[in-house]
């Protein structure tokens, strides 16, 4: 948990870092990356000023992901994607903001997963995924789409020893 200071007020989070796009702990598109940063700038700064003071604000605050800034062809783009969601929030109060920012998270396919980094016998690298829906493998370079998922109704039997994680499934499909 992080306890951060916005605007006087204590904040607190369930996420290890206060923006987990930013840190990578949660996966989205590009246009969803900017209406979020446009809901923690109406949530920090209230109602839309100008575009100078949303620039240096932008400047302040880690909301644009690194890999989201070196994917697009400038810095002012992203920003001025970001200043035509943030235009379209005001009159928004600062819980509703936060409110919808959380409900726009809640329903990113990588939300409520923490990754784990594993290899198999073959020593084939994965991402092992543990959710309130059960435990699901990941190829390593897509966390979005599990490979194969087992729901916690069918697991029993997890065990970790000497560095070996193992799962005993049972049910219809092994």
Same mark, same amino acid.
């Given at each position: 948990?992080?306890?951060?200071?916005?605007?006087g007020?204590?904040?607190?989070t369930?996420?290890?870092?206060?923006?987990?796009?930013?840190?990578?702990?949660?996966? &989205?598109?590009?246009?969803?990356?900017?209406?979020?940063?446009?809901?923690?700038?109406q949530?920090t700064?209230?109602?839309?000023?100008? %575009?100078?003071?949303?620039r240096?604000?932008?400047?302040?605050?880690?909301?644009?992901?690194?890999?989201?800034l070196k994917?697009?062809? &400038?810095?002012g783009f992203?920003?001025?994607?970001v200043?035509?969601?943030?235009?379209?929030? &005001?009159?928004?109060?600062r819980?509703?903001?936060?409110?919808?920012?959380?409900?726009?998270?809640e329903?990113?396919?990588?939300?409520?997963?923490?990754?784990?980094?594993?290899?198999?016998?073959? !020593?084939i690298?994965?991402?092992?995924g543990?959710?309130p829906k059960g435990?699901?493998?990941? !190829?390593k370079? %897509?966390k979005?789409?599990?490979?194969?998922?087992?729901?916690?109704?069918?697991?029993e039997?997890?065990?970790?020893?000497d560095?070996?994680?193992?799962?005993?499934?049972?049910?219809?499909?092994?």
């Amino acid at each position: 948990m992080v306890v951060c200071r916005l605007d006087g007020v204590m904040c607190w989070t369930m996420f290890p870092c206060p923006v987990p796009l930013t840190c990578n702990q949660i996966e &989205s598109d590009v246009d969803t990356v900017f209406e979020l940063a446009a809901h923690v700038l109406q949530a920090t700064n209230g109602d839309f000023v100008s %575009d100078e003071e949303t620039r240096e604000e932008l400047k302040k605050l880690p909301v644009i992901p690194t890999s989201t800034l070196k994917a697009h062809p &400038s810095i002012g783009f992203c920003e001025d994607r970001v200043i035509q969601h943030y235009q379209k929030l &005001s009159g928004s109060s600062r819980g509703l903001a936060i409110v919808n920012y959380m409900t726009i998270v809640e329903h990113l396919p990588t939300y409520g997963i923490h990754y784990y980094n594993v290899k198999d016998k073959k !020593d084939i690298p994965w991402w092992l995924g543990i959710s309130p829906k059960g435990i699901a493998v990941y !190829d390593k370079n %897509d966390k979005t789409t599990p490979r194969r998922l087992f729901t916690w109704k069918h697991l029993e039997n997890l065990y970790y020893r000497d560095k070996k994680f193992s799962i005993e499934v049972h049910g219809p499909k092994r």
